[in-house]
């Protein structure tokens, strides 16, 4: 991310949002791959709980090392709801959706997200509609279209399944409009930690499934189980959560439109799914947006502007 985005605190800060941001897509993608092999032996609810509660144990861990206590009341409104449609919501809706339409609907169905997010923000967060972040998302999003129709897999979708992917794009959005101001208040870790847990207690329900299916899975699938709680979850949503605590959430929404083209390439090396000319001219434009939404010198509100000093003191 480039600096004029961050807070006062200088080169180093953008730094780290840089980094946290990178860190977040990549491991982000690599859950697209982890997922596709676990769900063939855990249901939506079973995997999305499992995986919420390896994510809260190591979150709680690192918590505890830390020594950070609880967030300050203000925070909690913000953590309560994107706990609960992005922890929640958002996996059991994602895991069931690709399990009704083919992967390549999926993506461009739930890449209606990073477009939410950024009209929501520019009209409920004041963050305004810069043009060079609406002209790159519009390209990363004809990528990502392009991408998902080079990969689909049939012609025909479980509307059930389109619905389902709506819901968790819609859910994704609405929970980072309601993190950003939570991360006012509260470290990165502190929000990723509470909401994480919150997730895990929404989807209880689902943990008579968990326990059948985890007692007969094979050990690959219960591996990628708790790969996605570790790094997908504990450690990418709290990168998520330190970058966007220092720039605007349509920014952060934008750099997703990197994972489309990170999944195609972890896809072909992991598991052999060589992709075509159209899939690869569809990662390439996915990449061009995300660049032209972040170039220098655009319409975008300094993190000074959207941030406070205890954030930049406290996020983790």
């Not at 769900?39 to 995997?47: C, E, K, Q, R, T």
């Not at 069931?96 to 999926?106: L, M």
């Not at 972040?133 to 689909?152: C, D, K, N």
């Not at 598991?271 to 032209?292: D, I, R």
């Amino acid at each position: 991310m480039s600096t004029d985005t961050t807070v006062s605190g200088g080169e180093g800060t953008g730094r780290g949002a840089l980094v946290a941001a990178a860190v977040t897509v990549l491991l982000w993608a690599s859950a697209f791959v982890a997922i596709r092999s676990a769900v063939h032996d855990y249901s939506p609810g079973a995997l999305a709980l499992g995986r919420l509660l390896a994510g809260s144990l190591t979150l709680g861990v690192i918590m505890l090392a830390r020594r950070e206590g609880l967030p300050p009341r203000a925070a909690w409104p913000g953590i309560v709801i994107s706990g609960v449609l992005w922890f929640g919501v958002y996996m059991v809706a994602l895991n069931w959706g690709e399990q009704e339409v083919d992967a390549g609907t999926a993506a461009m169905v739930i890449n209606l997200g990073p477009l939410l997010i950024a009209l929501l923000a520019g009209w409920i967060l004041k963050e305004g509609f810069p043009g060079r972040l609406l002209l790159g998302m519009a390209v990363s999003f004809t990528g990502a279209a392009i991408v998902g129709v080079s990969t689909s897999e049939s012609a025909g979708s479980s509307v059930l399944g389109v619905v389902l992917c709506v819901v968790a794009a819609a859910s994704w959005a609405a929970a980072t409009l309601a993190q950003k101001p939570a991360l006012r208040h509260a470290s990165a870790l502190q929000v990723t930690t509470f909401g994480c847990a919150i997730g895990a207690v929404a989807c209880l329900p689902f943990a008579g499934q968990l326990v059948s299916q985890a007692a007969v899975a094979p050990l690959p699938a219960t591996l990628n189980l708790l790969y996605l709680g570790v790094f997908p979850t504990a450690l990418a949503f709290t990168t998520w959560a330190y970058a966007l605590a220092r720039t605007t959430a349509g920014a952060m929404g934008a750099t997703t439109y990197i994972v489309p083209a990170l999944v195609v390439l972890m896809a072909w090396a992991a598991l052999g799914e060589v992709p075509g000319p159209l899939t690869f001219a569809g990662g390439a434009l996915c990449l061009l947006g995300v660049a032209v939404s972040r170039l220098r010198g655009g319409a975008r509100r300094k993190l000074s502007e959207t941030t406070s000093p205890l954030s930049d003191r406290q996020a983790s």
